[in-house]
């Protein structure tokens, strides 16, 4: 049987969308359901597969194209090139996937000096005929042509200026007839040739440039932004036209079954009487809201309603509908899934599951994790007029105002007073992390997606835009410089990390919402789910806003963090200048007790959930001030005549410590386990901390679930090691405390070899948890911070990588590692708990992925926890993969 690349609207179904397209199939469905429907045919999307591997497809089918016009020509009673009764067409595109207004669309075709006489004739309205041959002119000529529509604009504008009119529809016939003939000699000076008479001549060629309109510009970006497959190829729509311009009994107009801005159950939409379709989207015209239609024309809006609620009903989801009255009869000429924004997402989607429609799944399955995003944040109200400083990375969602400032220190006192500020500097270090905490937002002129500022503003749900290189920050001066502008210490500045976006000013935000509604959504997206959400927290705090956004547990607990906090910094850098034992354990009795107190109130606020606790995982330099910093101090106290003091002795001893902690390259070196190998007495308080505070919470009848994290572990030795430490300590914690409490420990996966030995490690880790921020750098050899500010966007438009990889998991290579790991552990421990802490726990593609291999649990900072969670019931549905 020959392959079919010709559909009629008879014979298409509704479910073939790949085939025929989003536009073709909802066709065929609304003319077999008996709607008005104008008759037409559909070119397949594999006809545009192949005419852009070869063109000549269009000779192979051309036979079969004309079969299916004289289909047409029968069942619309006209005749395609005839001159007393024509059949004019509209050919328009239609991907898989809607993508509205992104592709070409040809209206009026088949009209030359011969068909537009019989227009005029069989519709008794000769300024009709021609004003819509000029139509078909101009977008025929711009769209397979590429002449520029500016030139018919202009003919077009003077037209109406000579005549003293404002609206087109006011050009007289015989004006019209003139502009036809000025938009041809248009034509013919672009091209060299004359405006094509052959209606099956037009009609090829419209066909062939709405294929080639997949791949324009603004088509490939709608795919990438939306992650559409640039392989699906569009169909090609063939339909008889109606017209809403052949008087006052006609028009057109664009609704909505429910409003696409707040959901409301009530039809909305606007149409324009006497007009085409191109009217109302152009904007050439003020059309009128839907509601006024009952008043113009009150059979058609009763009718509109019947037709748009049984639409509705029968595809289950708010629809966005095009029609036509001509002559007082309605045809609807497009149904589609009606675009949203996430608040209107929401209450659709419950409304629709109260009224019957729908199920509680697929409500879940109608609020995309994108749109629980944008539900969370504030967001810049882009309705108001901005003046962008300049553009960055998206780092964090979300929209900040405040005034600038360039040092945490300052940032935490300004906010002390009560001020808002944005932190800008060129990047941020573990020492800012009080001035990030106080900030509404942060800017970065270096530094990638999961750089320190990135990761931090994500975890505290600041917004941030990093990696912004255009700007120039002077730390000295204290000002930034973009795009000719310099701003000054106390300036304002809107930071949209939404979109990467700084903006000059105060920018209006819109609030966050987070319904009752949506509250009981996410409790439906739980019940869908298979594998639970967790939440990186390193604080009572956050933990207990991980609680509160529905965590399930806490997957990464970072205990360097705690050591960053103003009254311990001083302690933990004594620890880490200390020459002998006793100094360091000196200050780690000091560190413990600041622990414990940590750690209980984490546990407490995560009473009856799991509690991973990372070990110190960074090099111990981070603690010390910066080498240039502490130079310039000893200097200042020579100059001084100071340089013999215990002060200056003191800056002396931490300069060469960290001098001597210096690594050419600290990712791989002396971290993680390797510190608690050498200096085993860190990660022995550590421990005992983390399990004198469940002995503490166990006594006092709360319910505590701790696990232990070793990081970097690579080899079976390693863990073997931190095994039986945290054993021997759990023991001699519960003899002391005369408590009996239960444990895990295990490792976090973050270098290729752990993933290739992880049998060996299971033989002793109790869990693992994939630490795919370093994973990802270790399977690449790339460093995330160079490779984000030098190259790797770069990759990315050239088609290296599709996305950034330290934002989407690598499926290819990490995730292979990942699954490799995964079914090791479990060959050796086949209950083996397995989840994600990296940053990648937050992406819904990574979380589709994590599913894919039958993780236990994703884990993310709490205020991505919702999203994870409709993430997760959207991967469990195979709704996202």
Request: hydrophobic share 35%.
């Given at each position: 049987m020959a392959e079919k690349f010709i559909y009629s609207l008879k014979e298409g179904k509704g479910d073939q969308k790949l085939l025929l397209g989003g536009k073709g199939a909802n066709l065929c469905q609304m003319v077999q359901s008996g709607l008005p429907v104008p008759p037409g045919f559909i070119l397949t999307t594999e006809v545009c597969r192949r005419y852009m591997q070869d063109p000549k497809i269009m000779d192979a089918i051309w036979d079969e194209v004309k079969r299916y016009v004289k289909e047409l020509e029968k069942e619309a009673g006209k005749g395609f090139n005839d001159g007393k009764n024509p059949l004019?067409?509209?050919?328009?595109?239609?991907?898989?996937?809607?993508?509205?207004?992104?592709?070409?669309?040809?209206?009026?075709?088949?009209?030359?000096?011969?068909?537009?006489?019989?227009?005029?004739?069989v519709?008794?309205?000769?300024?009709?005929?021609?004003?819509?041959?000029?139509?078909?002119?101009?977008?025929?000529?711009?769209?397979?042509?590429?002449?520029?529509?500016?030139?018919?604009e202009q003919a077009l504008s003077a037209c109406k200026k000579a005549l003293g009119v404002a609206q087109d529809f006011e050009i007289p016939a015989e004006a019209l007839e003139k502009l036809v003939a000025e938009f041809k000699a248009i034509y013919k000076a672009a091209t060299g040739r004359d405006f094509p008479t052959d209606p099956w001549d037009q009609l090829r060629r419209a066909i062939e440039a709405v294929f080639r309109s997949w791949n324009i510009p603004r088509a490939v970006t709608y795919r990438k932004i939306n992650k559409i497959a640039d392989d699906l190829g569009t169909a090609v729509n063939v339909i008889s036209m109606v017209f809403g311009?052949?008087?006052?009994?006609?028009?057109?107009?664009?609704?909505?079954?429910?409003?696409?801005?707040?959901?409301?159950?009530k039809l909305y939409?606007?149409?324009?009487?006497?007009?085409?379709?191109?009217?109302?989207?152009?904007?050439?015209?003020?059309?009128?809201?839907?509601?006024?239609?009952?008043?113009?024309?009150?059979?058609?809006?009763?009718?509109l309603c019947r037709l748009t609620g049984q639409l509705e009903k029968s595809y289950r989801d708010m629809q966005d509908i095009e029609f036509t009255i001509e002559r007082g009869k309605l045809f609807l000429l497009q149904t589609r899934t009606g675009k949203r924004t996430a608040a209107a997402a929401v209450k659709v989607a419950m409304d629709m599951v109260g009224e019957g429609l729908i199920d509680t799944k697929t409500a879940v399955a109608r609020v995309s994790p994108e749109q629980v995003e944008q539900l969370l944040h504030r967001q810049v109200d882009k309705s108001a007029p901005q003046e962008v400083l300049a553009v960055g990375l998206p780092a964090s969602p979300g929209a900040g105002v405040g005034i600038l400032v360039f040092s945490a220190d300052e940032a935490e006192a300004w906010a002390h007073q009560d001020k808002s500020v944005v932190l800008a500097r060129p990047e941020t270090c573990p020492d800012d992390i009080h001035g990030l905490f106080a900030s509404a937002a942060v800017v970065t002129s270096r530094g990638g997606m999961t750089s320190h500022a990135a990761v931090v503003a994500r975890g505290m749900g600041k917004p941030a835009v990093c990696g912004c290189e255009e700007v120039e920050i002077d730390l000295a001066a204290e000002t930034l410089t973009s795009r000719g502008r310099t701003l000054k210490k106390g300036d304002t500045v809107t930071v949209d990390g939404?979109?990467?976006?700084?903006?000059?000013?105060?920018?209006?935000?819109?609030?966050a919402t987070f319904s009752e509604d949506f509250k009981k959504l996410l409790g439906w997206a739980d019940e869908a789910a298979e594998q639970e959400v967790w939440a990186n927290a390193d604080t009572p705090e956050d933990a207990r806003r991980a609680r509160e956004f529905g965590a399930r547990g806490i997957g990464l607990c970072r205990t360097e963090h705690m050591f960053m906090a103003t009254d311990r910094l001083p302690v933990m850098q004594r620890l880490v200048v200390a020459d002998s034992l006793e100094e360091r354990v000196e200050a780690l009795n000091k560190l413990k007790v600041m622990q414990k107190d940590d750690f209980v109130g984490i546990f407490k606020a995560m009473e009856g959930y799991p509690v991973i606790v990372r070990l110190l995982d960074p090099p111990l330099h981070e603690f010390l001030p910066k080498e240039p910093a502490l130079l310039e101090e000893l200097g200042e106290l020579e100059k001084k005549g100071r340089g013999t003091s215990p002060e200056a002795e003191k800056l002396?001893?931490?300069?060469?410590?960290?001098?001597?902690?210096?690594?050419?390259?600290?990712?791989?070196?002396?971290?993680?386990?390797?510190?608690?190998?050498?200096?085993?007495e860190i990660y022995e308080m550590q421990i005992n901390a983390i399990f004198e505070a469940v002995a503490e919470l166990t006594k006092a009848g709360v319910k505590v679930r701790p696990e232990v994290m070793i990081p970097l572990v690579g080899t079976r030795a390693e863990m073997k090691?931190?095994?039986?430490?945290?054993?021997?300590?759990?023991?001699?914690?519960?003899?002391?405390?005369?408590?009996d409490f239960t444990y895990l420990v295990g490792t976090m996966i973050e270098v290729p070899r752990a993933a290739l030995v992880a049998d060996q490690l299971a033989e002793y880790a109790q869990f693992f948890s994939f630490g795919t921020n370093d994973l990802t750098q270790t399977t690449f050899g790339y460093s995330r911070d160079d490779a984000e500010g030098k190259f790797l966007f770069q990759y990315i438009d050239k088609g290296v990588f599709k996305e950034n990889p330290f934002s989407e998991l690598d499926r290819d290579g990490v995730g292979a590692l990942m699954r490799i790991a995964v079914e090791k552990g479990r060959s050796v421990a086949p209950k083996l708990s397995v989840g994600i802490c990296g940053e990648h726990g937050g992406n819904p593609s990574s979380i589709a992925f994590c599913h894919s291999i039958h993780m236990s649990y994703v884990s993310c900072s709490p205020f991505r926890v919702p999203v994870a969670r409709v993430a997760a019931a959207h991967a469990a549905m195979g709704t996202l993969k």
């Open positions: 004019l067409v509209s050919v328009r595109s239609g991907a898989p996937i809607s993508m509205p207004g992104m592709m070409e669309t040809i209206l009026n075709l088949g009209l030359n000096d011969e068909t537009v006489e019989g227009l005029a004739s519709s008794g309205n000769r300024r009709f005929a021609f004003d819509s041959y000029r139509r078909f002119i101009q977008m025929f000529g711009s769209v397979v042509d590429e002449v520029s529509s500016d030139r018919f311009n052949l008087g006052d009994d006609c028009g057109t107009g664009v609704c909505f079954t429910r409003n696409p801005s707040t959901g409301e159950n939409g606007e149409f324009l009487i006497n007009a085409q379709g191109e009217d109302v989207v152009a904007g050439i015209r003020t059309p009128m809201p839907i509601g006024q239609l009952e008043g113009a024309m009150p059979d058609i809006y009763r009718e939404s979109s990467g976006r700084v903006l000059l000013g105060e920018a209006p935000l819109i609030e002396r001893r931490t300069l060469n410590k960290a001098h001597q902690l210096h690594e050419a390259n600290p990712m791989l070196g002396f971290r993680g386990c390797r510190l608690g190998m050498v200096y085993p090691f931190f095994r039986e430490m945290a054993d021997r300590i759990a023991g001699e914690v519960m003899k002391a405390s005369g408590t």
